[in-house]
């Protein structure tokens, strides 16, 4: 199993939930066992535990194709994901410049979702955005979801989602994009929430 450190991570939840950067996060790579589904790789997330992380997809933006516009082409693959799953999605948005991509991927939660800076497409950098889905209705609360949510959360039992938007640490967490039932909205910072057409 080959081990390595994530350079930074944003750890984006839903409202009441920590939204925290880590350093020193160990992600677990297991071997690949010659099938073709995305291969699921474990984070180890300082005072949270350790998470499963599968790669959902790839996109690369259009020649001249803005980010609002970027965002807005690739958000219904993550609001299918999120309403199909009931979990939420996440990528750190790159550039060189001249283009944008987004490695988007989940683990398998749904009150969180990490995202690691370095996990972008080769020749690209973190532009300083990310984007998240925001599931809706109620949900059952996994492993996952209880090491956020705590220990004393009883398994499988259900949970009522926080309200739509932003929460505070997801302002608190850096400028980005969440994708949430019709719309994707956008901050950067408390006073400068918009919704991208």
């Known amino acids: 199993m080959s081990v390595f450190k994530m350079m930074a991570v944003a750890w984006l939840v839903l409202s009441t939930l920590p939204c925290l ?16 589904a995305p291969e699921k790789t474990f984070m180890t997330v300082p005072g949270v535990g350790r998470l499963p992380y599968l790669q959902l997809f790839e996109e690369h933006s259009a020649p001249g ?16 994901y999120s309403r199909e799953t009931g979990f939420e999605a996440c990528g750190v948005l790159a550039s060189d410049g001249a283009r944008f991509a987004v490695i988007v991927g989940t683990n398998q939660a749904h009150t969180l979702c990490v995202n690691d800076a370095t996990k972008v497409p080769a020749g690209l950098t973190h532009s300083g955005h ?5 599931p809706v209705g109620e949900y059952r609360v996994n492993a996952q979801d209880r090491l956020v949510l705590g220990a004393l959360t009883p398994l499988n ?5 926080g309200p739509a938007g932003f929460s505070a640490e997801d302002i608190a967490s850096g400028h980005g994009y969440v994708v949430e039932r019709d719309r994707v909205l956008h ?3 408390q006073n400068a929430v918009r919704e991208v057409r």
């Open 130 to 134: 990310t984007l998240h889905s925001h």
């Open 21 to 36: 950067a880590f350093a020193g996060t160990v992600i677990e790579t297991k071997p690949s066992s010659g099938s073709a």
């Open 157 to 161: 039992s259900r949970q009522k989602r």
């Open 187 to 189: 901050q950067a910072g």
């Open 65 to 80: 194709e803005e980010l609002d516009a970027f965002v807005v082409r690739v958000a219904p693959r993550l609001r299918e």
